[in-house]
């Protein structure tokens, strides 16, 4: 059964943000995360560097959820057209990235030749 | 729970998936999960996107033909990005990371532009002026047309087409960047002040264009990692600034993740060529007086044939291997790994020295020799491997140049004054595989090549190699 409580907070998510609050929210999220990343990503070895590059590309591709989003909405019609090209663009960056990173590995990897 | 509450559960968990896919690949033994885990964040956020209220909301009216759409757009990319990443030669990758990182950024940029355009159509008044919305587009179309640019000039760099084979030298340059720039402040401000007015955003995006090209086509090919680096922190910065665009936190998470690693990279790269990033951008190198090439050389520089080469090596118990990019041109890989056989046959020790800058993007080295199956525990990084040089017998470097230059060290009016270097000259005897005397990237002679305990031996990397491999085998 779930927690009487559960309601009260999705009820409480759901209502509207002003837009400052929002703001600062993502602005939270933002800087959180650059932090996250910095302590992270200091501690690579050298011979590391090429696929760290290729895989962190290959996330920045995350960018196709905002083209899904605003292709999938088909509001206007240039919008549209501009979102599927977005998509087109995102998954070549988010496909091309991950396998060329996977690809790198295995050579680093003995045991699979 | 409401749907857009689960949504919201995935992008948390993509987002988490994309944080341990960080920590893992900062390991060798872990970094293919690493890869994996990021995959699968991937593909989890996308499948929550597909289930946003808009694209859902859509699916009553249209049937499921958005959803169709976007199956054949999301195909059409995947397989170009596919075919691209496995019919890529492994030497090119650096060009490859370039292009695949520009479509990044331009993904980002028209994502804004999309959204800007269905918000003003909707809109019956004109969008309210500097809200998040606003500036957060304006940015996102910027960064990412920047990102487009400098990707492809990189690539075209790096792929070394004619045309973009000379660093862009033209001494007005600055004040061209100068008036880019302004024009920038001045339409970002526009793009903020009336996002209604969206040809203003479209000029913000050909002008950061223009940024990309003339920020990207002075730099030099050493300084190509940096670059590479840097391009890669603004795709993901270009992510961030989408997610303020449409409101969404994985955007957010993913991009600052990205960012903040490209920013990273691009410090240890200044910092191993003793450079400052601001040095890399807009300097090219500094014009303090460089020791004349005549004066270091004459007379001094011994050459040397394959078989006396042959001779040297056939008495050396510890081998140390200096690649540089010169290698990658050469595509001498695997006539290296010929050599090294051939030396271990006879008892010596082979490792390789690899220094940080060494190739056209951060850890070049490693992909090309890893290629040609060199063991990873046979690529030492500079500082781990710089004490062993004085008992080497010989050092044999092969298509580099400003890594392994002295002057560095002993000459403070030197361009490269500072930068730490690999000490070859320390090794018994050092052996030059190049094609000529001509200096590297820095356009600085370089008084190794002079040393008494050098020899040069003038070819082709891939060539020379071979020569070198039958004599030692002949002899």
Request: charge should be neutral; proline fraction near 5%.
């Amino acid at each position: 059964m779930p927690s009487p409580l559960l309601p009260v907070l999705l009820a409480d998510a759901v209502l509207p943000e002003d837009p400052a609050t929002r703001f600062i929210r993502l602005l939270t999220v933002f800087l959180l995360a650059m932090w996250v990343g910095f302590e992270v990503i200091t501690k690579v070895p050298q011979r590391l560097h090429t696929p760290l590059t290729s895989g962190s590309n290959a996330i920045s591709g995350i960018t196709a959820v905002g083209a899904i989003v605003v292709a999938g909405a088909m509001a206007t019609r240039l919008g549209t057209l501009l979102g599927l090209l977005a998509v087109v663009l995102a998954m070549i960056n988010v496909v091309g990235g991950f396998v060329v990173t996977h690809r790198m590995l295995e050579m680093f990897n003995p045991k699979k030749k | 729970m409401s749907s857009q509450a689960l949504i919201n559960l995935a992008y948390l968990a993509a987002s988490m998936l994309f944080i341990v896919a960080f920590k893992l690949m900062t390991g060798p033994r872990t970094a293919v999960r690493g890869n994996y885990l990021g995959a699968a964040g991937m593909v989890i956020a996308i499948l929550a996107a597909c289930c946003e209220g808009p694209v859902v909301a859509r699916l009553t009216s249209v049937g499921s033909g958005n959803l169709v759409w976007l199956a054949i757009a999301a195909a059409i990319g995947s397989v170009i990005g596919a075919v691209m990443a496995l019919k890529y030669p492994m030497t090119g990758m650096p060009q490859m990371v370039a292009l695949l990182n520009g479509f990044g950024g331009a993904a980002s940029a028209i994502v804004a532009g999309a959204e800007l355009w269905n918000a003003a159509s909707a809109a019956e008044v004109p969008l309210p002026a500097w809200t998040q919305f606003a500036i957060a587009t304006a940015f996102t179309g910027l960064i990412g047309a920047v990102t487009l640019w400098g990707s492809f000039v990189a690539f075209a760099k790096l792929e070394e087409l004619p045309r973009f084979k000379k660093a862009w030298t033209d001494p007005n340059r600055h004040w061209i960047n100068l008036a880019l720039a302004a024009a920038t402040l001045l339409l970002i401000w526009g793009v903020c002040s009336h996002p209604s007015w969206i040809l203003l955003y479209w000029l913000l995006v050909i002008v950061g264009s223009a940024l990309g090209c003339t920020l990207t086509m002075p730099i030099g090919g050493a300084d190509m990692p940096v670059v590479i680096c840097l391009l890669n922190s603004y795709s993901g910065l270009a992510a961030a600034a989408a997610g303020f665009v449409i409101d969404n936190s994985v955007l957010v998470i993913a991009g600052s993740l990205v960012g903040a690693s490209g920013l990273i990279l691009t410090a240890i790269m200044c910092q191993a060529m003793n450079r400052s990033l601001t040095g890399v951008l807009f300097g090219g190198l500094g014009t303090t007086t460089a020791a004349n090439a005549d004066d270091v050389y004459a007379g001094k520089v011994k050459s040397a044939s394959a078989e006396e080469i042959a001779m040297v090596l056939e008495g050396a118990e510890r081998v140390v291997i200096v690649p540089g990019y010169g290698l990658a041109v050469a595509q001498a890989q695997h006539a290296v790994r010929e050599l090294a056989n051939a030396l271990e046959k006879r008892g010596a020790t082979v490792e390789y020295a690899i220094h940080p800058v060494a190739g056209r993007m951060p850890g070049h080295m490693n992909v090309l020799l890893a290629e040609a199956d060199i063991p990873y525990e046979k690529l030492r990084e500079m500082d781990d491997i710089n004490p062993t040089f004085p008992e080497t017998d010989v050092a044999i470097v092969i298509g580099a140049n400003d890594v392994v230059n002295p002057a560095a060290r002993t000459d403070p009016q030197s361009p490269i004054a500072g930068m730490p270097i690999l000490d070859v000259d320390k090794a018994k005897t050092v052996v030059v595989v190049k094609r000529s005397l001509s200096p590297g990237f820095a356009g600085i002679p370089n008084p190794l090549f002079a040393a008494d305990n050098t020899l040069m031996y003038f070819a082709d990397g891939k060539k020379a190699i071979l020569d070198l491999t039958a004599a030692l085998q002949r002899g």
